[in-house]
């Protein structure tokens, strides 16, 4: 078999003959493709979806799962700067390629709690070796009583606080405080390393065509991901799985995903290492752009132009640029725009787990359908750009139109399903509505229940009991050879009455709820509104990359990053996990201080979620239109060109193409 020739990648000259040209540019795209398409995997899908279970296995609520994927743009926006700074004049494929190195590291971390941790014991410990099964027995309460009491008095702040140090909490940190490090050099210099490269015309499908790539990853992510939650967490550790998959309790092996991707990750950035400073076209490529660069910043472009590439000229260039009125308007769109995306990136299984009563497998594959609507758009959006040939006031256009119509289609989260009915929680144990949050009733009023979440389900009346005990059940049923529990002889399912069944049996799952055709309806909602969310990405990063000066680009990019993370990304992790935490009915519980979530309120979490979209649309859809009318290009007549053309249509602008700027005075395309 003919070995592929990868010699000229490791040449920081012109490199091979104009013959290459095309394959330079397809092995660019691929190998930028792959890199980033591991790390979406790991930072944008094995985290979403195994949120829930790390919640469960690490007594984490979702505040905590927020700021740990966060943490990410935290990391992000410590070194993006000096990266940008610095990058600029580097080999910008072995910063990417080392960055890639760094990622590896990170996903194996995030995996090191697996491994340091105790193997998972679904059952407690008082009920080892004992007759102690979580059922309702008066007899019991002095053995429930003693553990109770193992517990201090009152929690004190230090007890309050103790999840934020535990050692497993930290390593999380650490490990996408690596994934925040290395992903830096690709999305930072790494855009502008493939703009440089390529035409100026070819850019907006470039980067579409890698951020379609790249999106995969979250798909394959999350499916991958949702296949192996149906696997034991210790499935390595011990010989026998002690719970049925279906059962509430039920830890999947979430952490495989992780060194999965460590380890590909690799092996994808070695390749990397060897590109080349740049390809043989990018010096025709520059001669031919033509300047769409917003006039101040290009006037203080030329004051800077004698300077060398030094800190203190470094200032001065984030300096204009924060004058640039075009380029502040699309850091507030972005801001905007990236509160919603982190805060559903991080949290999209967990959400349509809640809203849609599901399990976090479905919940997982669901959430796969939203990365194919964010592929669609950023490749419609591209493929726009490049038909219409539009210019930034076209991009403007076109940004508007999609910033509508996706705050049109958000109002899906005003649909609903069923959510599970829990007794004592959202519901009373008559089936009667329910003030407040009541575990006990008199139906189990002599069972001495603890608080210990063990779940069942009355699959006829469709409720959901905290756990056998409060149900009343006195005895359980597990067939050899099953890992299925049921429960029979349980007092409530008379709901308070005289007389009962009790040969009627729960099982230890989730109750099956039917949303039917409103289900159907939310996610085609949702489909498109991400697909109108993302296709206005394309644009938004184009005319980012046209109103400042071509050698000022990797630090526009910096500067850029650097706002959406510390205004948008970061707030918008923390803020939905917040908003998830406040819709809870009902928290585990551990000494008195609460752990994590157990049961949510679907209609309340839709709504507060939507009125943040809203409030985020609003304002990206504004100040879009706001940065239309006051956008103002560097040439004249160039700016005559656009006024004319664009007085036919919409998206009828001005060519956009790679010809001298004095040929566009020969001809004039419409």
């Known amino acids: 078999m003919e070995r592929h020739d990868t010699s000229r990648f490791y040449e920081d000259s012109d490199g091979p003959s104009l013959s290459s040209k095309t394959e330079d540019e397809e092995s660019l795209k691929f190998g930028f493709g792959c890199i980033s398409f591991v790390q979406q995997l790991a930072v944008n899908a094995l985290f979403p979806v195994g949120l829930s279970t790390l919640e469960r296995q690490f007594s984490l609520t979702s505040t905590h799962t927020g700021i740990i994927s966060s943490w990410y743009d935290f990391a992000v926006l410590l070194v993006v700067f000096p990266i940008c700074h610095f990058g600029r004049t580097a080999h910008k494929g072995r910063w990417i390629g080392l960055g890639g190195l760094v990622m590896a590291a990170g996903s194996l971390v995030c995996a090191l709690p697996h491994f340091i941790i105790d193997p998972y014991d679904p059952s407690h410990e008082h009920l080892k070796n004992s007759t102690d099964v979580g059922q309702c027995d008066a007899l019991l309460d002095p053995l429930r009583q003693a553990e109770a009491s193992q517990c201090p008095a009152v929690p004190s702040k230090l007890d309050v606080f103790a999840n934020y140090n535990?050692?497993?909490?930290l390593l999380f940190l650490l490990g996408q405080s690596l994934h925040g490090f290395g992903s830096?050099?690709?999305f930072s210099i790494g855009t502008?390393?493939?703009?440089?490269?390529?035409s100026q015309t070819a850019s907006p499908l470039y980067l579409a065509i890698h951020g379609v790539i790249s999106s995969f990853g979250p798909v394959i992510g999350l499916f991958s991901g949702g296949f192996l939650l149906r696997f034991y967490v210790d499935f390595d550790r011990v010989e026998n799985v002690p719970l049925d998959s279906m059962d509430p309790r039920w830890i999947g092996a979430w952490w495989v995903g992780f060194v999965g991707a460590g380890i590909t990750m690799l092996f994808a950035s070695l390749p990397i290492l060897g590109f080349a400073r740049e390809l043989p076209e990018a010096k025709a490529h520059r001669l031919k752009d033509v300047n769409q660069a917003n006039a101040a910043s290009q006037e203080a472009a030329k004051k800077l132009e004698n300077e060398?590439?030094?800190?203190g000229a470094t200032i001065k260039i984030v300096w204009a640029m924060l004058h640039n009125q075009t380029f502040i308007i699309l850091m507030i769109i972005g801001i905007a725009e990236s509160v919603i995306v982190n805060g559903f990136s991080a949290f999209m299984p967990k959400i349509l787990e809640t809203i849609l009563s599901v399990s976090p497998a479905v919940g997982s594959y669901m959430a796969s359908v939203v990365i194919f609507a964010a592929a669609t758009g950023l490749l419609f959006g591209g493929w726009i750009i490049r038909h219409f040939?539009?210019?930034v006031g076209g991009m403007f256009k076109f940004t508007i139109i999609c910033e509508i119509a996706s705050l049109l289609f958000l109002c899906n989260f005003l649909i609903s399903c069923p959510p599970q009915q829990f007794a004592g929680i959202n519901i009373g144990y008559d089936l009667q509505p329910l003030k407040s949050v009541n575990l006990s009733s008199t139906c189990n009023a002599e069972c001495a229940c603890a608080k210990e979440w063990n779940p069942v389900c009355d699959a006829e009346k469709g409720v959901m009991f905290f756990s056998a005990c409060s149900a009343g059940c006195k005895k359980q049923i597990q067939e050899n050879g099953s890992l299925s529990v049921k429960w029979e002889d349980c007092?409530?399912?008379?709901?308070g009455e005289a007389d009962y069944d009790a040969t009627q049996s729960l099982n230890s799952e989730y109750c099956k709820t039917d949303c039917g055709y409103n289900l159907v309806f939310f996610m085609?909602?949702?489909?498109?509104a991400v697909v109108a969310t993302f296709a206005a990405a394309i644009p938004q990063q184009q005319m980012m990359l046209r109103v400042v000066p071509f050698d000022q680009r990797t630090i526009a990019i910096g500067v850029n990053w650097t706002f959406l993370r510390l205004f948008g990304f970061i707030p918008g992790g923390i803020l939905f996990g917040w908003i998830i935490d406040k819709s809870c009915l009902h928290w585990g519980e551990k000494c008195g201080i609460a752990t994590n979530c157990l049961v949510y309120d679907p209609r309340k979490q839709a709504i507060i979620i939507?009125?943040?979209a809203i409030v985020c649309k609003l304002v990206s859809t504004l100040a879009c239109i706001f940065g239309y009318i006051t956008y103002t290009p560097t040439d004249s007549d160039q700016a005559a060109s656009m006024a004319t053309v664009d007085s036919h249509g919409p998206l009828s602008l001005m060519v956009n193409d790679d010809r001298l700027p004095e040929e566009h005075h020969r001809e004039t395309r419409y």
């Open 166 to 169: 535990n050692k497993y909490f």
């Open 184 to 186: 830096t050099p690709l």
């Open 192 to 198: 502008a390393y493939i703009d440089e490269n390529v």
């Open 308 to 311: 060398e590439h030094s800190l």
């Open 389 to 391: 040939k539009m210019q």
């Open 491 to 495: 007092t409530c399912l008379g709901y």
């Open 524 to 528: 085609v909602l949702l489909f498109f």
């Open 610 to 612: 939507l009125a943040l």
